[in-house]
Antibody
Framework: QVQVVQSGAEVKRPGASVKVSCEVS????????MHWVRQSPGRGLEWLGG????????VYAQKFKGRLTLTEDTSTDTAYMELSSLTSEDTAVYYC????????????????WGQGTLVTVSA | EFVVTQSPGTLSLSPGERATLSCRVS???????LAWYQQKPGQAPRLLIY???SRATGIPDRFRGSGSGTDFTLTISRLEPEDFALYYC????????FGGGTKVEIK
């Protein structure tokens, strides 16, 4: 059974960057396709990006291109989400979640979620 | 972009009643690329339904997904106390977008 554990809450100043980690257990990162979704009161659930198994590359939602970087450390089975040039609009709970297709196909929906990481952007 | 709209915003029902949640997509879906999630306070979303009508592992059969084209429905046949929660639909036909959610609350 896949388990996903995220790093703790962060408070950042406007203009700063934040990096959130997501550690996988029960499977290796090679066996899952990790995605990131955020949730804020004003904008609900938003998909940020993730690994597209069929394309063999990381894909980003258009609105986050240029300031979102998703990386993985396969030696520790940890995925990372780094968002730069933060504004108050980026205040949200950030989730990592695994694509149900695993490493073979891109299903497009998510079956295992981390517990969420609250990122607060405030001066 | 596929815009996803859910209605109603809030559904007030009693345990044992039937819940019908609506999800409308702004463009016709050629494939069954729609999922439903349940979310409780302080928890991550939980996958209920994928491919419009397939139940995820461990999801009871009182949850049923249906629909095609632009209009989709999640039906909970008889509400149990643990079913009062937020529900989201998500399309994965083109990119990935979620609806705004429907809250099912106790009347």
């Amino acid at each position: 059974q896949v388990q996903v554990v995220q790093s703790g809450a962060e408070v950042k100043r406007p203009g700063a960057s934040v990096k959130v980690s997501c550690e996988v257990s029960g499977h290796t990162l090679f066996e899952v396709s990790m995605h990131w979704v955020r949730q804020s009161p004003g904008r609900g659930l938003e998909w940020l990006g993730g690994f597209d198994t069929e394309e063999g590359e990381t894909v980003y939602a258009q609105k986050f291109k240029g300031r979102l970087t998703l990386t993985e450390d396969t030696s520790t089975d940890t995925a990372y989400m780094e968002l730069s040039s933060l504004t108050s609009e980026d205040t949200a709970v950030y989730y990592c979640a695994t694509d149900s297709g695993g490493s073979s196909v891109s299903a497009g929906y998510f079956d295992h979620w981390g517990q969420g990481t609250l990122v607060t952007v405030s001066a | 972009e596929f815009v996803v709209t859910q209605s109603p915003g809030t559904l007030s029902l009693s345990p044992g009643e039937r819940a019908t949640l609506s999800c409308r997509v702004s463009q016709t879906m050629a494939s069954n690329n729609l999922a439903w999630y349940q979310q409780k306070p302080g928890q991550a979303p939980r996958l209920l339904i994928y491919d419009v009508s397939s139940r995820a592992t461990g999801i009871p059969d009182r949850f049923r997904g249906s629909g095609s084209g632009t209009d989709f429905t999640l039906t909970i046949s008889r509400l149990e106390p643990e079913d009062f929660a937020l529900y989201y639909c998500q399309q994965y036909e083109r990119s990935l977008t979620f609806g705004g959610g429907t809250k099912v609350e106790i009347k």
